[in-house]
T-cell receptor, first 112, second 113 residues
Framework: DQQVKQNSPSLSVQEGRISILNCDYT??????FLWYKKYPAEGPTFLIS?????DKNEDGRFTVFLNKSAKHLSLHIVPSQPGDSAVYFC???????????FGQGTELSVKP | GAGVSQTPSNKVTEKGKYVELRCDPI?????LYWYRQSLGQGPEFLIY????????DSGLPNDRFFAVRPEGSVSTLKIQRTERGDSAVYLC???????????FGDGTRLSIL
């Protein structure tokens, strides 16, 4: 039972354009969501989070949108830079306990 | 360094052997998590410590897997009678509390021959 799904395994974007990474979830009990970025041979790095009571959170070039009725969230990166090329994971978490439930990841490639 | 440290970075061993994987969390972080990541998948939760006690071990796949955190800091994940299916990257993360962002180490790549 995949509670968090990232249906696009890869995404290619031109430098300077917007990157939109999508994530769907099935469990309405998640209290908040996080996005992580992962380079090869490194651990995931926390990017941005959003509480389930919000619909938007912004941090610099990164904005996360949450649509609870659709059980969908997205990460927008504007403008995209070549250094953003990495695998991006979304994760949901229950407030009681804190274990992260990850999606399968989307590999973003930003071309110069 | 100030980040989560995991040792060894790579471990190759034969099927049936016992392995120990170590995690040094960020100083002051009370919560510690273990995850396992297979190729092409997201990390999968194994166990979570709050202080010295395992608060949630529901992700441990079977009784060959065990983890300890005796002094509330360093943690060791122990795998007995290893099987080829145990091959994966084992990730450790720590946080200030269970509702705070988790910071990951670079993982231990375990290969069972």
């Amino acid at each position: 039972d995949q509670q968090v799904k990232q249906n696009s395994p890869s995404l290619s974007v031109q430098e300077g354009r917007i990157s939109i990474l999508n994530c769907d979830y099935t469990n309405s009990m998640f209290d908040y969501f996080l996005w992580y970025k992962k380079y090869p041979a490194e651990g995931p790095t926390f990017l941005i989070s959003i509480s389930s009571i919000k619909d938007k959170n912004e941090d610099g070039r990164f904005t996360v949108f949450l649509n609870k009725s659709a059980k969908h969230l997205s990460l927008h990166i504007v403008p995209s830079q070549p250094g953003d090329s990495a695998v991006y994971f979304c994760a949901g978490v229950y407030n009681q306990g804190g274990k992260l439930i990850f999606g399968q990841g989307t590999e973003l490639s930003v071309k110069p | 360094g100030a980040g989560v440290s995991q040792t060894p970075s790579n471990k190759v061993t034969e099927k049936g052997k016992y392995v120990e994987l170590r995690c040094d969390p960020i100083s002051g972080h009370t919560a510690l998590y273990w995850y396992r990541q297979s190729l092409g998948q997201g990390p999968e939760f194994l166990i979570y410590f709050q202080g010295t006690g395992a608060a949630d071990d529901s992700g441990l796949p079977n009784d060959r897997f065990f983890a300890v955190r005796p002094e509330g800091s360093v943690s060791t994940l122990k795998i007995q009678r290893t099987e080829r299916g145990d091959s994966a990257v084992y990730l450790c993360a720590s946080s200030r509390g269970f509702n705070q962002p988790q910071h990951f180490g670079d993982g231990t790549r375990l290969s069972i021959l």
